[in-house]
């Protein structure tokens, strides 16, 4: 049952891309180590640095690290029903959002923004997305589009309460709500994968761009809906901005996010 928030937020977010760093207080960014252009296992000798530390495998032609992401359980002893967990691998095919335009006026470009209405959070268990069949790109004119997902995370406040409305229309109390003054925007490659950390609160996947993007997800869940996943809703008011109208497809190195299209 998803609970919608009594009092509605007025934030607009503007979503960076994707790094380790940025990402650290939500969970992990799963970001390959080495530079797309090498294509040889380099000698012993010469293994770059990394934490964790790489080492030779598959009769030296890999580059082993681990671990790169935790796998967390805290079901045991930890969740009210006392139901023990399992980790489960999904597989979720996410289908490209409908942005919405907003009128940027006279001589201003129209933008488009995605419309964050549910953020959700997993108590006991962390998740992890992981983006598979990239080589299969669809087209655009004579592009080849890069696969995009808009990443929206919130910690949680901690031994807080907010009032919400259950859809009987009758008023409940949110235990541990998001905190919305923390809340942050972040674009991932099709190249990367990310770990949602323990309580993270965090909107369901949002794929930019024009084609399909197929994640496995990896969690604990124990079959209870209300330890497994929490939901809170927002009637408006919580956006993320994806700048000019059209833009959506590419990241700039540069301090914009969004290119136009060609």
């Not at 409305?165 to 942050?184: C, F, H, Q, S, Y």
């Not at 993270?200 to 993007?213: K, N, S």
Request: with cysteine; net charge negative; charged share 20%.
């Amino acid at each position: 049952m998803v609970s919608v928030l009594t009092s509605n937020p007025t934030v607009t977010l503007t979503p960076e891309p994707l790094t380790e760093e940025n990402f650290a207080p939500f969970g992990t960014a799963v970001v390959s180590p080495l530079p797309r252009e090498l294509n040889i296992a380099p000698e012993s000798s010469c293994l770059p640095p990394h934490n964790p530390t790489p080492v030779l495998a598959n009769q030296n032609s890999a580059l082993k690290y681990s671990p790169i992401s935790p796998l967390i359980d805290r079901y045991t002893n930890l969740c009210p029903s006392g139901q023990p967990s399992e980790a489960r691998m999904t597989m979720f095919c996410c289908f490209p959002r409908v942005l919405r335009t907003v009128s940027g006026g006279p001589q201003m470009p129209d933008r488009e923004v995605f419309d964050v209405r549910i953020l959700e959070r997993h108590p006991f268990t962390n998740q992890t997305f992981i983006p598979v069949d990239l080589s299969a790109h669809s087209k655009v004119g004579d592009d080849e589009e890069e696969p995009l997902f808009l990443i929206v995370v919130a910690p949680t406040l901690k031994w807080r309460t907010a009032t919400a409305e259950n859809e009987a229309g009758e008023t409940v109390t949110i235990r541990d709500p998001p905190d919305l003054n923390n809340i942050k925007a972040f674009v991932a490659r099709g190249g990367q994968a990310v770990t949602y950390g323990v309580g993270t609160w965090h909107a369901p996947m949002v794929v930019l761009g024009h084609r399909r993007i197929d994640f496995v997800v990896v969690q604990f869940v124990n079959g209870v809906g209300g330890e497994d996943c929490q939901e809170v809703a927002f009637k408006e008011g919580l956006v993320v901005d994806l700048g000019r109208e059209g833009q959506h497809g590419r990241i700039e190195k540069g301090p914009r996010l969004w290119s136009p299209k060609l």
